[in-house]
Protein backbone atom coordinates (compact mmCIF):
# COMPACT_ATOMS: atom_id res chain seq x y z
CA UNK A 1 0.00 0.00 0.00
CA UNK A 2 1.05 3.58 -0.67
CA UNK A 3 -0.12 6.73 0.74
CA UNK A 4 0.77 10.18 -1.12
CA UNK A 5 0.46 12.93 1.57
CA UNK A 6 0.74 16.49 0.76
CA UNK A 7 0.67 18.84 3.76
CA UNK A 8 0.49 22.32 3.00
CA UNK A 9 0.22 25.98 4.76
CA UNK A 10 2.44 28.81 5.21
CA UNK A 11 5.87 29.03 6.57
CA UNK A 12 5.98 28.75 10.41
CA UNK A 13 3.14 26.52 10.13
CA UNK A 14 5.69 23.44 11.22
CA UNK A 15 4.67 22.16 8.18
CA UNK A 16 7.44 20.32 7.56
CA UNK A 17 8.05 19.14 11.11
CA UNK A 18 4.81 17.54 10.75
CA UNK A 19 5.98 15.89 7.41
CA UNK A 20 9.13 14.72 8.98
CA UNK A 21 7.04 13.06 12.01
CA UNK A 22 4.66 10.71 9.50
CA UNK A 23 8.09 9.67 7.95
CA UNK A 24 9.89 8.89 10.85
CA UNK A 25 7.36 7.16 12.29
CA UNK A 26 7.42 4.68 9.10
CA UNK A 27 10.72 4.18 8.93
CA UNK A 28 10.52 2.96 12.22
CA UNK A 29 8.18 0.29 10.70
CA UNK A 30 10.32 -0.48 8.10
CA UNK A 31 8.43 1.32 5.29
CA UNK A 32 9.70 2.71 2.33
CA UNK A 33 9.55 6.85 2.80
CA UNK A 34 9.94 10.34 0.62
CA UNK A 35 10.07 13.60 1.99
CA UNK A 36 9.93 16.23 0.34
CA UNK A 37 10.14 19.87 1.37
CA UNK A 38 8.85 22.64 -0.85
CA UNK A 39 9.02 26.79 0.70
CA UNK A 40 9.64 30.32 -1.00
CA UNK A 41 12.92 32.08 0.17
CA UNK A 42 11.14 34.24 2.46
CA UNK A 43 10.49 30.72 4.73
CA UNK A 44 8.06 32.20 7.56
CA UNK A 45 5.21 33.65 6.55
CA UNK A 46 5.15 32.21 2.71
CA UNK A 47 3.82 29.47 0.92
CA UNK A 48 5.04 25.98 2.49
CA UNK A 49 4.60 22.47 1.83
CA UNK A 50 5.91 18.74 1.97
CA UNK A 51 5.26 15.44 -0.01
CA UNK A 52 5.21 12.33 2.00
CA UNK A 53 5.21 9.35 0.08
CA UNK A 54 4.76 6.09 2.50
CA UNK A 55 5.05 3.02 0.46
CA UNK A 56 5.61 -1.00 1.10
CA UNK A 57 7.10 -0.85 -1.78
CA UNK A 58 10.11 0.96 -3.10
CA UNK A 59 9.83 4.76 -4.49
CA UNK A 60 10.39 5.67 -7.96
CA UNK A 61 9.76 9.52 -7.10
CA UNK A 62 9.70 11.64 -4.25
CA UNK A 63 6.84 14.48 -6.33
CA UNK A 64 2.86 13.92 -5.57
CA UNK A 65 0.94 15.32 -8.19
CA UNK A 66 -2.49 13.50 -6.98
CA UNK A 67 -2.27 13.30 -3.77
CA UNK A 68 -4.28 10.37 -1.64
CA UNK A 69 -4.35 12.80 1.61
CA UNK A 70 -4.26 17.06 1.56
CA UNK A 71 -3.33 18.42 4.91
CA UNK A 72 -4.33 22.14 4.52
CA UNK A 73 -3.44 24.75 7.31
CA UNK A 74 -5.03 27.47 5.67
CA UNK A 75 -7.11 28.35 2.46
CA UNK A 76 -4.41 29.95 -0.19
CA UNK A 77 -3.19 26.01 0.08
CA UNK A 78 -6.99 24.51 0.16
CA UNK A 79 -7.62 26.25 -2.96
CA UNK A 80 -4.39 25.85 -4.67
CA UNK A 81 -4.42 21.88 -3.76
CA UNK A 82 -7.66 20.96 -3.78
CA UNK A 83 -8.03 20.25 -7.31
CA UNK A 84 -5.48 18.07 -7.42
CA UNK A 85 -6.35 15.22 -4.63
CA UNK A 86 -7.01 12.20 -6.12
CA UNK A 87 -10.35 10.65 -6.68
CA UNK A 88 -11.22 8.43 -3.78
CA UNK A 89 -9.07 10.48 -1.71
CA UNK A 90 -8.78 12.84 1.54
CA UNK A 91 -8.54 16.29 2.62
CA UNK A 92 -7.99 17.25 5.92
CA UNK A 93 -8.34 21.05 6.37
CA UNK A 94 -7.92 23.36 9.24
CA UNK A 95 -11.56 25.32 9.34
CA UNK A 96 -10.11 28.13 11.48
CA UNK A 97 -8.34 29.47 8.72
CA UNK A 98 -10.19 27.60 5.66
CA UNK A 99 -13.87 29.31 5.66
CA UNK A 100 -15.35 27.08 3.03
CA UNK A 101 -15.92 23.47 1.97
CA UNK A 102 -14.94 21.30 -0.75
CA UNK A 103 -17.38 20.87 -3.12
CA UNK A 104 -16.01 17.80 -4.61
CA UNK A 105 -18.13 14.32 -4.44
CA UNK A 106 -15.26 12.07 -5.42
CA UNK A 107 -13.36 12.96 -2.16
CA UNK A 108 -13.71 12.73 1.54
CA UNK A 109 -13.17 16.22 3.35
CA UNK A 110 -12.77 16.26 7.44
CA UNK A 111 -12.82 19.76 9.16
CA UNK A 112 -11.28 20.83 12.18
CA UNK A 113 -11.08 24.18 13.87
CA UNK A 114 -6.96 23.22 14.87
CA UNK A 115 -6.01 26.95 15.69
CA UNK A 116 -9.03 27.51 17.84
CA UNK A 117 -7.88 24.58 19.56
CA UNK A 118 -4.46 25.10 19.87
CA UNK A 119 -5.41 28.89 20.93
CA UNK A 120 -8.33 27.95 23.49
CA UNK A 121 -5.48 25.05 25.14
CA UNK A 122 -2.65 28.05 25.33
CA UNK A 123 -1.31 25.27 22.99
CA UNK A 124 -0.56 28.37 20.22
CA UNK A 125 2.35 26.67 17.73
CA UNK A 126 0.87 23.23 18.16
CA UNK A 127 -1.62 23.15 14.74
CA UNK A 128 0.70 21.26 13.21
CA UNK A 129 0.51 18.92 16.05
CA UNK A 130 -3.43 18.77 16.28
CA UNK A 131 -3.66 18.30 12.41
CA UNK A 132 -1.53 15.18 12.83
CA UNK A 133 -3.22 13.58 15.48
CA UNK A 134 -6.61 14.09 13.84
CA UNK A 135 -4.77 12.81 10.46
CA UNK A 136 -4.53 9.55 13.12
CA UNK A 137 -7.79 9.26 14.05
CA UNK A 138 -8.88 9.83 10.25
CA UNK A 139 -6.96 7.59 8.37
CA UNK A 140 -5.49 4.95 11.16
CA UNK A 141 -2.15 5.38 9.46
CA UNK A 142 -0.32 4.15 12.35
CA UNK A 143 -1.22 3.30 15.74
CA UNK A 144 -1.41 5.97 18.03
CA UNK A 145 0.69 4.78 20.57
CA UNK A 146 3.05 3.84 18.28
CA UNK A 147 3.29 7.41 16.55
CA UNK A 148 3.60 8.93 19.88
CA UNK A 149 6.65 6.68 20.66
CA UNK A 150 7.85 7.50 17.28
CA UNK A 151 6.82 11.45 17.59
CA UNK A 152 8.44 11.77 21.40
CA UNK A 153 12.00 9.97 20.51
CA UNK A 154 12.59 12.35 17.44
CA UNK A 155 12.13 15.32 19.74
CA UNK A 156 15.07 17.06 20.41
CA UNK A 157 16.74 17.59 23.96
CA UNK A 158 16.93 20.99 23.56
CA UNK A 159 12.97 20.92 22.49
CA UNK A 160 12.44 19.17 25.66
CA UNK A 161 9.78 21.69 27.54
CA UNK A 162 7.49 21.54 24.46
CA UNK A 163 6.90 17.00 25.22
CA UNK A 164 3.79 17.56 27.19
CA UNK A 165 2.33 20.23 25.29
CA UNK A 166 2.55 18.41 21.95
CA UNK A 167 1.45 15.25 24.14
CA UNK A 168 -1.53 17.49 24.71
CA UNK A 169 -2.21 18.71 21.19
CA UNK A 170 -1.81 15.07 19.50
CA UNK A 171 -4.32 13.48 21.68
CA UNK A 172 -6.58 16.57 21.21
CA UNK A 173 -6.59 16.53 17.69
CA UNK A 174 -7.03 12.38 17.93
CA UNK A 175 -9.92 13.03 20.28
CA UNK A 176 -11.19 16.12 17.90
CA UNK A 177 -14.98 14.67 16.73
Same mark, same amino acid.
Given at each position: ???? *? =? *? ?7 I???? #? ?7 ? #???? $? ?9 ? +? ?6 ? %?????? &?I??? /? ?6 L *? ?6 F? +????? $?? &? ?6 ? !??? @?????? +? ?6 ? /???? &? @? ?7 ? !? %?? %??M ?5 ? $?? +? ?13 ? /???? #??? =? ?8 ? =? ?5
Amino acid at each position: MTSR *I =L *IAGFGGQGILFAG #KQLAGCAMH #KGRH $VSWLPSYGPEM +RGGSASCS %VIISDK &EIGSP /IISQPDIL *IAFYYPSFL +RFEPS $VS &EGGLILAN !SSL @IGSKSE +RDDISAHY /IPAT &E @IATAEGLDG !S %VN %VIMLGYLLY $VT +RLFDYDEFIGSFLSG /IPAS #KSA =LIEGNKKALR =LGYEYR
